[in-house]
């Protein structure tokens, strides 16, 4: 799963992605080919989303600083990320003090381009290594930037399947960022995988909602049209984000700290064996800041591996195919579907008969008892212990201290016994 | 009292205890010439109870190995370990191959002779210690085992001493186990004298319950006769088992963890000042088993002094006279006397007064002030500062970080100045 | 606010205190002059009150040993503290063995006379110091005590000031100790300051009640008065005592421990960054002994500086106008005042949106992010995150780990641009 979780992410990585335009709607396109029942709607720029307003839509088609003879030093077409994101046209020479006032660049990390984005208010400018920078000349330049600005929309999609309860389980993600690998390519993709998952199990105990929007202004849209509806049906959510690098795993709790989110995601850590990053919601930076906003406060938090603004390459050229790894989207997958698989097989079992069963009868016992032995049925009886129909199966692998998948084998090796039910 | 127990426990070591028959019979019967209230009860075997079957009554009578001149070179006359328990009847001539299949012996503890039995599949055997395994020589061997197998009865003994109310506190303990001393013979010995204790107070808050049957098997049927009355009666219970040793003391648990038995148990640890090593109910092993049951679910915890298990001369020949003690009996005594009296003298205090009494003109303060003073009667006014009416003695005791007994003196001098009702 | 604390206390030093007399009547008349709206009582001595006695009224007008020559050797006229606090009158020739029997002094400090009474029981005494002790020669002395015992009246002073609400938050002080400063006049002078500042608020939303009375039998006799009315209205109360020097802070729980007064004098200290060594309310010893006792059970901590009986000045001429000072004086009123703010300055509020808010427009976000950025506003949102209706502005600043003071900033902030209500 790692590698083709990859593979999407080379295919993706090239789409200059914005809040708004082609980028996205090409991103999408992707991802609906893969889930035919995405669900990907427009919404017109201007409108009212709770206190927002969607922005103009941007298209971006050519940017460069060259020098007088049209020898391109500074050139989208290298990166995505040289252009400012929703920088106005521009079309003009100016000396280098003039042109200075719209560069970006790092001098820690000299070899990198940053990420900069300006939506909400008119700008334009260039971002470049400081190496390009200091190496830029004298000038004059001539700076050319041609986008357009217009009244056009804002894309986004939603994946909805089904189960056996209308009980929720949202997964939230985003396409808005331009050639960059972790944040935010593996989100989606990873997001796409457990939609997949979800789609291919063949009972569904809870319906699953999959969110693929720009982020912040597509989650309040997203709000605006379906938060009531959220408020009354998700029981656990999860901001899929910076899931693909192999350096750590992160855990980001929801608002309130002990929501069902919580409990599952902390289990499925335990499950795997995972050492993990512990932040506090004060730490949050993506939609869990609208999921969790306090009229709404859904239970949402986020599970990643490298969390965004931890480490260096975070929204930089460096936050490139190079940063991820095959190894490191496999891990998140599968920490996200250790937590599916706890939402979903989590029966709560009541012992049938009072006092410990004969275990020997039945063949779950070695009959000759003596130092040392009865150890092979300890895990049997403690699962069956805690079966007093209170405890779901993740709870009681929490109290017997055991991987839930044992507590569940253990429980179906009882079922068959008559054991519970 | 250390002595006495001890004196019992050197009566009753010689014989020859199982799940059943003479063994179990003879046990119960020195204990019912100490408590003539004790009620022996016979249940058939084959008889249902819960998910179980009483099995057959096993009687032994004689069992050896020995060479074909007839020299006993395992002699279940020199020790009533070297049968394994419930074996059938066996006298035949084998090679000493065949015979290798029937031994048990310990190479870690090569003096040892190993406990084991084989109550629910037939089979027969012998342990022996591994220098006695060493020496067997070539053979060929004779081996005789006189035992009947046969449908008699399970026996099991019960006191029950009434107390002001019909809440009930349940102790109970095994009597199956052959020639061991810690387990199990302490055991009942000092329930015994629990039961001396309690048929003694001239008052009691509880009714108590005292029950000695096999392990496991006893209770099993205890509970498919009792089970509905026990889980409305007990409000609290232990399993005394392996209460004779002088190297710990050991505190299991309930499975819930929190009940009225597992306060009253660390409340009686503080007052004695005690250091314990405390168990997870995950390392339950005797009784608790089935009285903490998910469907039955009664309030019963476990003080131990060397834990089952956690010995090396648990379940073999080692377990003898030498490894308990009358002082470690005394301390398990004394350790369950005190949470008898923490759950018997226990009452509810209230102050009678607003404010703080004036002590002076009770005696009860020095009328002089001074620096350094009024220490005297400070125990007086903590303990009455949390007489609220609903903080029980004991509870106080925790409060004010003083043993229950300097409470329960400070509450009877309170009580007779009127300071509290 | 230190310096005018100080001259207070400088003004009421000399005056010679007790449980009764003249003393307290002055110090109170001095109180009543800063806070016209004190009313002063009188009740009768012998009066019932709970389960004392007020006692007789106490008036000394002289008291000495001298030699026979007349010369003064230990002179009231010195020291207030060097006559036993409720002598009975003497006037007699004895021989330096008599006279021991009547002498207090501190060998561990040898320069401090110490302060001892003698209320409930009739006595006679003089105090003085170790080296006064040493010196006084071989005798015969002459010893006078001339003094009042008679059935005069107990004086109290209180100031209550209305707020919007009946909801009650008491201050208690005490008023009958001669000539120390941490303990006791650091006590009455920062409550006045706390009532001119309750008073000097253009809004109050609660009540607020100052007791300044007798320790023990002074606060006795006004729950006899008012404890009914007390249980029913106050909130949250604190005994203000030894809050003079620079030493240390401390604060000592209400009984309960989780009482409004207590939750806020901890946000208090937080507040403050102070270091407070934190007591157990098993080391109270002030009227909070009262206020807690069960029957009443308000909800009173106590927040001091160098705490009573922690120091070694304590009760001793060295608790003098040197060991406290105008900036320990500031220290205390101002984490008092810390309280005060807390209390009152603490409305729920609630996000009006849905989501988080557009900041940018608002003109409350930098519009061009990048790395590093986007920091400023982190506040503005953390807090806004809590503002679900249910927090207060202090439980918040816990939430958010900041000052109260940077919440209620923001939360007005937040007010004017309409985000909260």
Not at 68 to 94: F, W
Not at 265 to 273: E, V
Not at 386 to 403: F, H, K, M, Q, R
Request: glycine residues 8%.
């Amino acid at each position: 799963m790692g590698d083709v979780l990859y593979s999407w992410i080379s295919d993706l990585f090239p789409i200059t992605r914005s809040l708004t335009g082609d980028g996205v709607r090409q991103t999408l396109g992707y991802f609906k080919d893969l889930l035919p029942s995405m669900v990907i709607s427009e919404v017109p720029c201007g409108s009212q989303v709770l206190d927002w307003n969607v922005p103009a839509e941007w298209t971006i088609h050519d940017a460069f600083i060259s020098n007088l003879k049209g020898d391109r030093l500074v050139d989208m077409a290298q990166s995505n990320l040289h252009v400012v994101g929703y920088s106005e046209p521009v079309d003009t020479i100016m000396t280098r003090a003039e042109l200075e006032r719209h560069l970006y660049s790092l001098p820690d990390l000299p070899e990198a381009i940053p990420y900069v984005t300006s939506y909400y208010q008119r700008h334009w400018g260039f971002c470049l290594s400081e190496i390009q920078r200091h190496n830029l000349g004298a000038g004059p330049f001539r700076v050319v930037i041609n986008s357009d600005l217009f009244s056009g929309t804002m894309t986004y999609g939603e994946v909805v399947i089904p189960g056996k309860s209308s009980r929720e389980v949202l997964f939230s993600t985003y396409v808005c960022h331009p050639s960059m690998a972790n944040n935010e390519l593996s989100g989606p993709v990873v997001t796409t995988a457990l939609a997949l998952l979800a789609q291919s199990m063949p009972v569904r105990r809870y319906t699953y909602r999959f969110v693929f929007a720009p982020e912040t202004i597509g989650s309040i849209t997203y709000i605006s049209k379906h938060g009531p509806e959220l408020k009354t049906a998700v029981d656990a959510g999860w901001v899929v984000t910076c899931v693909g690098d192999d350096r750590a795993y992160s855990y980001l709790p929801s608002r309130r700290g002990d929501t069902l989110a919580d409990k599952v995601s902390l289990r499925a850590i335990n499950d795997l064996g995972l050492r993990v990053d512990k932040y506090s919601f004060l730490d949050r930076g993506s939609d869990e800041r609208q999921w969790c906003s306090p009229l709404l406060d859904l239970p949402v938090s986020s599970l990643m591996r490298s969390k965004y603004g931890t480490y260096p390459e975070y929204h930089t050229s460096l936050d490139n195919l190079d940063f991820v790894s095959p190894s490191g989207l496999q891990g998140a997958y599968t920490l996200y579907r250790r937590c599916v698989e706890i939402l979903e097989e989590s029966p709560r079992w009541r012992s049938t008969i009072v006092g410990e069963p004969q275990l020997g009868r039945r063949g779950l016992y070695p009959n000759v008892s003596k130092v040392g032995s009865a150890i092979d049925s300890k895990h049997i009886l403690d699962v069956l212990t805690y079966c007093d129909g209170s405890n779901e199966e993740w709870e009681i692998a929490e109290l017997v201290d055991l991987p839930t998948s044992v507590v569940q084998e253990t429980c179906l090796l009882l079922l068959s016994h008559g054991l519970v039910e």
